[in-house]
């Protein structure tokens, strides 16, 4: 996700910036933090080669505000727990009990037995799981390895945040746009409730904007902190966005606020959309939502006329079952009303002309069509996959250059639940081997019971860490991974944007850490491709992606904060869009060749279980933690001790609960303990549960997984077919029909 870095044309050139100024004895570093997935600019000062403090930088987008995860990262990787050196299970896999090997050890060993599982069953038994964020991305060298050795199975949290969006825009006008914020009038959030201590520089960029007088629409069923400071705030049912955009569409065809020029000259299908649009009246609309007629229409109004109109990225309509209609109409809201690639609008900006992208790297175009249509998911929900951006490829090369736009490493992925089945043993073939890479897999999923069963029913699991997860506590081996203090990075706008920028090493990792671009140069060894990873250090491959610029990346690193090619907006009118018709696809015809509806609709919820009368969602981010993360940080545990889920003061009465109260809330799939938050914003019958939560001080091991089994939202959240969206097969995580169980006082 975004890093938020201003796109007006001006802030677009080269941007030469001023070391930041150093005190005696502390030198200083220009630094990206990567505590969450939105590289803010920071500087690191280090003393003795180690780093002592990290602070905001003077980047206007960033000096304000630098967050708490940022400013806690030397604690954070200087912990006692952090793993510094490969580790090799003892006894039977979950055991928890592990020894110190050697590197070299550690990979001869996994490289003769990845070697024998690919022998016996085929290079699609190996799956990577990665977070592309934390680790300071793999710069694309876990697909090149895993394309030339013939894997289609990669999966990623970016299925559900991100990485999905950027694959179903694509299908509406060929490649994911970024908002306009210096020059836009009025943002407009589904859900996203950036802050100070969460995605700081979107917030600031909304700040922005209001204080320039711009509008702010939130979407939200509960009164969150940027709702406080909307103009409009839309209460609305959970999981009811896709609804909510056919009744704003209704009104803005209805009253003729539409780019009546652009909907005729770049778009096709708008007499089929227009059709599906009037099956929504606002009646109907208000019915499934929950918010008035007139507020949607006021709503609908205010993004169509008070523009150009932002819709930035949410996680929100990523994990939802109507996840591919609700991002499509979000891509066919900017393009009907005129908001595609314009100044305040959004940018569709393509690839850097002369920095190699890292989907360039990757090489897809290695991996035989045959090993393409094993990838696993892409029969029954194709989207992401190969299979579904197949149609791309031409229209790709055609204007952006490259058959093979990766953006956000989430256009050519295997569905999840579709690789943990067949990891499970479920089929449609054996998968023995997984790799997770910075990211806790166990919990970082729905349904996390069939996860665990298919951990356990591995051959072969390593995991590259910097504490013993629960996913790692059920490795093979666990191997040391450094942190964004201790290497350098070229972060490439998720090639989503066209904008890089570079982050220098500040100190050398503790023990025997290393970088993924390490991990994965010893693992091509191990396999017997080194040639695959032909340069000899990080450095020199960022040198020869920088070539055709003529830089090298020591030079780049110390002139750039920021380094963008010059945007240019309406490039379309020269290149067309690139989509199979080369214009925007208000009625897909690659959904359509896929065989689903073309067009947007609503897919109504399962009708109510009386068994689990509430409704719950996981999410509302916990301002100290990144995701599954950072709990073994006392100053940040202090501050958050305990999985809290919030609940309104009516529902708190009706289920009899006091605030600090530990109870169980049930789904059908499974329950977690959890301590009652009362909370005056949160509307009646709805239940927040906290994402990511398990204790590393607990047991490890089996049966509790450092209180993974206990605590963990995955174990909530079905993957069965009600709660999927059909065309991606991403996971329901935003209305589930849940219970709160009382546990007559027990402490957790
Ligand atoms: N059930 C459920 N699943 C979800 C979500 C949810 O709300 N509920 N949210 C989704 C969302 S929005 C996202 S973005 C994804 C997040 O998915 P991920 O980004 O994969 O996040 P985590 O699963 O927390 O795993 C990150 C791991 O990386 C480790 N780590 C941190 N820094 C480094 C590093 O520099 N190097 C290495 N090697 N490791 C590092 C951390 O210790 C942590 O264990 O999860 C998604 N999955
Ligand atoms: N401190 C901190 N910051 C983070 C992260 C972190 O883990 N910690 N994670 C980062 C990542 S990877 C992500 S994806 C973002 C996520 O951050 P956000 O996009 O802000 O997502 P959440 O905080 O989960 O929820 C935001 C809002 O969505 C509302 N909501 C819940 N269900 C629905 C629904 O169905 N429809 C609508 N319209 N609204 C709904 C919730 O009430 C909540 O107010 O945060 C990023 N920033
Ligand atoms: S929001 Fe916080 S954790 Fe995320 S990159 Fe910025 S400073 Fe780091
Ligand atoms: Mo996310």
């Known amino acids: 996700m975004p890093g938020a870095p201003s796109i007006t044309p001006s802030a677009a050139g080269s941007k030469s910036i001023p070391r930041p100024h150093q005190r005696p004895g502390i030198t200083t570093r220009k630094t990206l933090c990567a505590s969450c997935d939105i590289a803010c600019s920071v500087v690191t000062e280090v003393q003795k080669g180690r780093v002592t403090r990290v602070r905001s930088s003077d980047n206007p987008l960033f000096k304000d505000n630098i967050c708490i995860k940022g400013i806690t990262a030397p604690k954070n990787f200087a912990n006692p727990d952090r793993v510094l050196y490969p580790q090799r299970r003892v006894g039977e896999r979950g055991s928890g009990k592990f020894e110190r090997v050697s590197w070299d050890e550690a990979l001869a060993d996994i490289g003769t037995r990845l070697k024998k599982i690919i022998d016996e069953h085929g290079p699609e038994a190996w799956a990577v799981s990665t977070s592309q964020w934390n680790t300071g991305t793999d710069h694309g060298l876990g697909r090149r390895i895993m394309n030339h050795v013939g894997s289609p199975n990669w999966i990623s949290g970016v299925a559900l945040c991100a990485g999905n ?267 023995k081997a997984l790799f997770s890479i910075g990211n806790n897999t166990l919990m970082g999923f729905a349904n996390m019971p069939l996860i665990l069963k298919a951990m356990l029913n591995q051959e072969l699991i390593v995991v590259q860490e910097h504490v013993m997860t629960p996913t790692a506590q059920l490795a093979d081996y666990v191997l040391p991974g450094d942190s964004w203090l201790e290497r350098p990075w070229m972060f490439d706008g998720y090639g989503w944007l066209s904008i890089y920028k570079p982050s220098q090493k500040s100190m050398e990792p503790p023990g025997e850490c290393t970088s993924t671009f390490e991990f994965w140069k010893r693992i091509a060894g191990a396999l017997g491709r080194p040639e695959l990873v032909p340069w000899p250090t990080l450095e020199a491959l960022y040198d020869w992606r920088l070539e055709a610029l003529g830089v090298d990346f020591e030079t780049f690193a110390e002139t750039y904060e920021v380094h963008a090619d010059k945007l240019e907006f309406r490039k379309y009118e020269k290149t067309g869009f690139a989509t199979p018709s080369g214009k925007v696809e208000l009625r897909s015809s690659i959904l359509d060749d896929l065989g689903f509806d073309p067009l947007p609709y609503w897919r109504d919820a399962p009708p109510p279980d009386a068994e689990y009368p509430l409704t719950m969602f996981t999410g509302v981010r916990e301002a100290e933690y990144f995701q599954t993360g950072g709990r073994h940080v006392p100053e940040l545990r202090a501050r958050k001790p305990e999985p809290v889920l919030f609940v309104s003061p009516t529902t708190a009465k009706a289920q009899g609960l006091s605030e600090g109260e530990w109870v169980q809330v049930e789904t059908r799939t499974g329950k977690v303990d959890i301590q009652v938050g009362v909370r005056t914003n949160m509307p009646d019958g709805l239940v927040r549960i906290p994402h990511g939560w398990w204790k590393p001080e607990t047991e490890r091991g089996l049966g509790k997984l450092s209180g993974a089994m206990q605590y963990a939202d995955a174990q909530l959240c079905p993957d069965d077919g009600e709660y999927l969206d059909v065309e991606q097969g991403v996971p329901h995580l935003k209305g589930l029909p849940c219970r709160i169980v009382k546990r007559s006082g027990a402490l957790a």
């Open 165 to 431: 969006t950027a694959a179903v825009n694509r299908l509406t006008y060929g490649w994911y746009p970024w908002p306009d914020y210096d020059n836009t009038n009025c943002v407009v959030l589904f859900g996203h409730n950036p802050g100070k201590n969460s995605w700081v520089p979107v917030y600031n960029q909304i700040q922005r904007v209001k204080a320039r007088g711009g509008k702010l629409i939130v979407l939200d069923p509960r009164k969150s902190e940027c709702a406080e400071m909307a103009d409009l705030w839309l209460p609305l049912k959970v999981g009811s966005d896709a609804a909510m955009m056919l009744g704003w569409l209704k009104v803005i065809f209805d009253e003729g606020l539409y780019d009546h020029a652009f909907v005729e000259r770049w778009t096709i299908g708008f007499e089929d959309l227009r059709k599906r649009v009037d099956e929504f009246p606002l009646s109907r609309v208000a019915e499934i939502t929950g918010c008035s007629p007139e507020l949607i229409a006021k709503a609908a109004r205010m993004y169509a006329t008070m523009g150009p109109s932002v819709i930035p990225w949410t996680p929100i309509t990523d994990q939802q079952r109507n996840s591919t209609s609700g991002i499509r109409l979000q891509s066919i809201l900017r393009a009907v009303c005129g908001y595609l690639d314009v100044p305040g609008g959004e940018a569709l900006m393509g690839f850097h002309p002369k920095i190699v992208p890292e989907s360039e790297i990757e090489m897809h175009e290695v991996l035989p069509e045959a090993q393409k249509a094993k990838q696993l998911g892409s029969d029954h929900h194709p989207v992401f996959t190969y299979r579904g951006q197949a149609a791309l490829r031409e229209p790709c090369k055609r204007v952006w250059g490259h058959e093979y736009a990766n953006q956000v490493t989430g256009c050519f992925m295997a569905n999840p639940s579709a690789v943990f089945r067949a990891m499970a043993g479920e089929g449609p073939y054996p998968v």
